[in-house]
């Protein structure tokens, strides 16, 4: 039977078929459905962890105890995990052991656009990159093959098409792997130094017999059709070139992206005239076959920044481009907002209002930086709102702690905000942190966390009492705020800023869109009333517009939140 | 058969990804390898989203490039114009005549153009455009203008019905099976 999947589905298919019993992950666009369809296995246990290290801390505890697991994260999450990663690399697994990185060229969702695959390379564990979603499902398969084959973690690298495309998958049974035994083996496990030196020497001899397993896996295979141009690929771009070449081209794709054949590669180079690689983001491929003494063209022609397509390979290697049509005036961007009834815009207009310093953090709430709030100065990586605002704090002194805030929201605040915090109490600034608790991680789908009282798959469990928290790490002053009180939630500000010590805000209302929130029913503009002054406006609210001078309010966006009516002087604004 | 390629426009929200599973699952019903790229995360949210859904005997690439739409299905008219680069010549577009203000618009910024499936059409494209968000709110609920869309596509595609009804039951939960199969059927008989 065949069927229509997400890339990240198949990646769930290929766990379940491999008889993958432990996953953790924390969520991250484009890799989250992998976890959230591994959940729906009944024979596969699966959580959300609060960040990424101890995601994948949790799976080579698993691998250790001898199961077949897995963790699945972003590619920045890969930074959060990547010290358990290049130590793992040393013991190696029991049970196989696979990662998901999910790299998003283009940068969709994402705040940079790094390249995975250095961290394959520098913690010198293998590499597979599948192409469609059929592939995806069969190379975590012989991930794991190779996971316990080769002794050691494997990564399969996705990026966000892959992830993000569905296409036909044939559908097998589930392979089972009972529980390796456990075996006391510190020599293994426990990485000191006088432990750790030997496991170098067989991470290196691994990498050596990974090399001629390369040479001859179909993982990497030739398509051979002409021999004036060659083609070496892996993943998705051997889709764009597959469709803008077909047959004019030969291709070698790389199915396992480290390490790489050699004379695979070598031969490959001999028989064709001509020889590209195609490869977005950093030129991986290319370096290697540059090591070779090998005449290949790619960076120089196809640079490193962004996605490309069939049509960018068809440009630079044929020089054809397609007629375009293009509407004869200026079609104004359409940028993301947040939700009508969003809990952060009230707080968030609140800081614009003040024109307060906001060093700000990864989710739904980044929107805040964007016109017409724009209220947030920074956002680097997950947590660095929180240790960021400390360090600002130090450097400019008194006079930055009475106008500056860090947001954060609750996921985030679990994943990486907590130390932040104990540092701003441990090391005294007067730093104000608000928590943007709406019930959920928002961003990524709704996905549960610690504080939300529900596991992965929406069972009841232990919920972190954020007050507590805080009080815990030596932050006295700690208020809750409503945001959608514009009033109450302007004084919590103004008043923490004030306090002559560090205090964290709570602002919380639940997520929107979350199904057990009960809407309102949508407001309307009394026109005899409305004087236009656009006041509503500034919320940055896409249910309201003007018509003809006067704020219309689209009815089927508005959730009746009710904040407009609190900036509204005349009134206007009715139920 | 060489490949075709289908685009799905508009803003994130509006329940675009409902909209290329119905089309998928009807292609894969009927034999064609296929590809649906989809988008999630931050573009979700009230941005301009963008679906490809391609078939034909074999499909490389899921993602389809300026000037290779043979269709493009919109949610709203700025989407259309927005898109209108990916269209092929000689491609057609369905629209929804729903406007939705972008933020510039509604801060003042920029203008919403007027007119739009006119001027496209004058562009000599080959326009249909249909009030889904009327027709949706008929069949009982805003937010199927998706499914109303669907079916205006399945009364210009050559697909049987049935194929649709079944995807129609394989996508939409039960609770609201009857008021998608209404939406349908309402975009179905639009003209």
């Keep these: 039977m065949k069927k229509l999947m997400l890339g990240n589905e198949a990646f769930a298919r290929g766990l379940y078929e491999a008889g993958v019993t432990i996953v953790s992950s924390y969520p991250g666009t484009p890799s989250t459905e992998i976890t959230e369809y591994a959940a729906k296995y009944e024979d596969i246990y699966a959580e959300w962890a609060p960040n990424e290290k101890v995601a994948a801390e949790t799976a080579i505890g698993a691998s250790i105890a001898g199961a077949r697991s897995f963790c699945g994260m972003k590619h920045v999450g890969l930074n959060v995990a990547a010290d358990p990663l290049f130590t793992f690399s040393y013991s190696g697994v029991n049970g196989g052991m696979v990662i998901a990185v999910a790299d998003d060229p283009g940068m969709h969702s994402s705040q940079n656009e790094q390249d995975s695959r250095h961290y394959a390379i520098a913690a010198k564990v293998p590499m597979l990159e599948p192409s469609d979603s059929s592939e995806v499902r069969d190379y975590v398969k012989a991930a794991y093959d190779i996971s316990e084959e080769f002794d050691t973690p494997v990564i399969v690298r996705m990026c966000t098409r892959v992830a993000h495309s569905q296409s036909a998958v044939e559908l097998f049974d589930r392979e089972e792997h009972p529980l ?48 004036d141009i060659g083609i070496i690929t892996s993943g998705i771009c051997f889709q764009y070139a597959r469709e803008a070449m077909g047959d004019k081209a030969s291709y070698l794709k790389l199915g396992m992206v480290n390490p790489f054949p050699v004379e695979l590669i070598k031969d490959f180079c001999a028989k064709h005239k001509t020889v590209y690689v195609i490869e977005e983001l950093d030129d991986i491929i290319e370096t290697h076959c540059k090591k070779l003494g090998l005449d290949v063209i790619g960076k120089e022609l196809f640079g490193f920044i962004g996605e490309f397509s069939q049509a960018v390979v068809a440009e630079k290697l ?41 060093s700000g953090d990864i989710g739904c709430y980044t929107l805040g930086a964007s016109a017409p709030l724009n209220a947030m100065d920074t956002t680097i990586c ?33 994943h990486s905000g907590i130390t932040g915090l104990v540092n701003i109490a441990y090391n005294a600034t007067n730093s104000t942190v608000i928590i943007l608790d709406n019930s959920i991680t928002g961003m990524t789908g709704h996905q549960q ?24 790490v030596g932050i006295k002053r700690v208020v809750v705020v409503d945001p959608y009180d514009l009033a109450q939630t302007e004084a919590a500000i103004k008043e923490e800023l004030a306090a002559p010590e560090p205090s964290v805000i709570i602002s919380r209302r639940p997520c929107a869109l979350l199904k057990y929130v009960k809407h ?31 704020c219309v309010i689209d009815h089927t966006q508005c959730v009746g939140c009710g904040i407009c009516t609190e900036v509204c002087k005349p009134k206007a604004i009715i139920k | 058969m ?8 508009g803003v994130g929200g509006q329940g675009s990804l409902l909209a290329s599973r119905l089309l998928g699952n009807v292609l894969l019903a009927k034999g064609f390898d296929v590809k649906v790229s989809e988008v999630h995360g931050m573009s979700q949210r009230g941005g301009s989203v963008v679906t490809y859904v391609k078939y034909g005997d074999e499909v490389c690439s899921p993602v389809i490039e300026k000037g290779e739409a043979d269709v493009i299905i919109s949610f709203e008219l700025l989407e259309s114009a927005r898109w209108l680069p990916y269209l092929k010549k ?42 889904a968000l009327g027709l949706a709110e008929q069949a009982g609920n805003a937010k199927a203008s ?3 869309l669907m079916g205006v596509v399945s009364a210009q595609t050559e697909f049987e019905e049935e194929l649709w009804q079944n995807a129609i039951e394989q996508c939409v939960p039960p609770k609201f099976l009857e008021l998608n199969k209404k939406a349908f059927e309402l975009g179905r008989a639009a003209r």
């Design chain 1, 318 to 358: 044929l020089g054809v481009k397609n007629e375009v049509m293009t509407f004869p005036e200026n079609v104004p961007v359409r940028p993301p907002v947040m939700c009508a009834g969003c809990p952060h815009r009230g707080l968030f207009y609140c800081l614009s209002k003040n024109k307060i310093t906001v």
């Design chain 1, 382 to 414: 997950m947590g660095a709102s929180v240790s960021a605002l400390h360090g600002f704090n130090k450097a400019r002194g008194e006079e930055a702690e009475k106008k500056t805030v860090a947001v954060i929201g609750d996921s985030t605040f679990m």
């Design chain 2, 146 to 148: 998706n499914v109303v």
């Design chain 1, 449 to 472: 966390n610690p504080t939300t009282g529900k596991n992965l798959k929406g069972d009841p469990a232990a919920a972190v009492n954020l007050e507590e928290l805080c009080h815990a």
């Design chain 1, 180 to 227: 390796k035994d456990y075996v006391k083996c510190p020599q293994k496990y426990v990485m000191m130094p006088a432990y750790a030196r030997p496991r170098h020497v067989v991470v290196e001899e691994r990498t050596a017999k990974l090399i001629t397993y390369a040479e001859t896996s179909p993982l990497n295979r030739i398509i051979e059709n002409n021999t």
């Design chain 2, 90 to 131: 000689g491609g057609k577009l369905i629209t929804s005549t729903q406007q939705l203000d972008p933020m510039p618009v509604i801060t003042g910024a920029a203008q919403y153009p007027e007119d739009i499936a006119a001027k496209i059409k004058d562009m000599g494209v080959e326009v249909t455009a249909v009030d």
């Design chain 1, 520 to 550: 309102e029913a949508p407001l309307k503009v009394d026109e005899g009333k409305c004087v236009g002054c656009k006041m509503c406006l500034k919320l940055g609210c896409p249910a309201i517009s003007v018509r003809n001078g006067k």
């Design chain 2, 2 to 9: 060489e490949t075709r390629s289908i685009m799905i426009v």
